[in-house]
């Protein structure tokens, strides 16, 4: 539908989205041409990939990582999706994840690759985080981390690009600052160099793109997707900081992309490299200590349900 009779900033023909952190107005067509752009951009400036080179997407089946592979590949990136169903306690949401993911594999003829969380760790979530002590999104977002990650080396993929956009980083730099988490804000970079047979090279290629202007562009191409937050995240902080960052860009648009880009332009240079760490004695994937963090995890959660086990069987 056409808004309030204004043209396309480009084209001049009727637009159907306003943009106005860009203080911009776009027809379908043109606003196709403007999230491209804005994720070639990226992709330069922060020294994401050669031209034609091989990368896994991580896709949720959400908007953004949908947008994501579409691009990618037109851009002419050999792309191929990643899927990690996840067991989040609502079978709808992460029926709806997949349902997505694989519809869009479908549309684009590429790849999709499926792993399944609790068949890789062997328990679900929830069970990991009472046997840990911890909350089910932190024991969440670290298996999520490790696995990918695992994931792409296995594949053979040197690089793996997220979905997360401008106002996702944005977001995520204030709760880091707010908390002055320095050893995050020093990480805290759209592209992160890989180590061979450790790390798969990182990249956030939408970085430059508004969460709406993503919205806008999954309607103009009419994808179903999957919509709503995790059913898991209501202890989760960062949606404050989401919420935030939302409304400064409501009242002085173009704020978060002068805070996040502006920051990475002072900060002028991406974090060093990986060192070459030590190795987990039980899997094999760099550690800080003897035993990483997963597999300690692992091994808890074993433990405990062995003594539950164990106690049910007393009681007969
Ligand atoms: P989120 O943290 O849910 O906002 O997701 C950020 C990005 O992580 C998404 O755009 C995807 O690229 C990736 N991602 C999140 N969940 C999954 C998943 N279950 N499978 C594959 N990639 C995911
Ligand atoms: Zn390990």
Redesign the pocket.
């Known amino acids: 539908m056409n808004i309030d009779g204004m043209k396309c900033s480009r084209c001049r023909k009727p637009a159907q989205h306003r943009l106005p952190s860009h203080n911009a107005r776009f027809c379908d067509h043109c606003l196709g041409i403007f999230v491209r752009r804005q994720t070639e951009k990226a992709i330069k400036q922060f020294d994401m990939l050669e031209p034609g080179q091989k990368v896994l ?4 089946g ?1 908007k ?2 949908l947008a ?1 592979w579409q691009v990618l590949l037109e851009l002419g990136y050999q792309a191929e999706g ?5 067991e989040l306690g609502d079978g709808k949401f992460g029926e709806a ?1 997949l349902a997505a993911s694989q519809a869009m594999a479908q549309r684009l003829g590429a790849p999709l690759h499926l792993y399944n969380m609790a068949e890789l760790a062997g328990f679900g979530v929830q069970q990991i985080a009472w046997a840990n002590k911890r909350s089910f999104c932190s024991v969440c977002g670290t298996l ?1 981390r490790y696995y ?1 990650n695992k994931a792409t080396l296995d594949l053979g993929f040197e690089v793996l690009a ?3 956009h401008l106002d ?1 980083e944005a977001a995520r730099l204030l709760g880091n600052l707010v908390r002055r988490h320095q050893h995050y804000l020093d990480n805290q970079w759209p592209t992160l160099e890989g180590a061979p047979g450790a790390f798969a090279k990182k990249i956030k290629p939408l970085c430059r793109l508004r969460g709406a202007e993503l919205k806008s562009y999954a309607k103009a191409q009419g994808w179903s997707v999957a919509k709503g937050d ?1 059913p898991r995240s209501k202890g989760a902080t960062l949606p404050y900081y989401t919420e935030a960052v939302r409304l400064l860009e409501e009242r002085m648009p173009g704020t978060a992309s002068n805070f996040y880009l502006g920051y990475l332009e002072d900060k002028g240079a991406p974090p060093a490299k990986p060192e070459a760490e030590a190795r987990c004695s039980v899997c094999g994937m760099p550690s800080f200590a003897e035993v990483c963090t997963i597999c300690r995890f692992l091994e808890n959660t074993r433990k405990r349900e062995s003594t539950k086990r164990d106690a049910l069987k007393e009681q007969g």
Request: net charge negative.
């Open positions: 997407v991580a896709v949720s959400g953004d990582s994501l990643l899927h990690l169903a996840l994840s999520k990918l997220t979905g997360h996702d995790c």
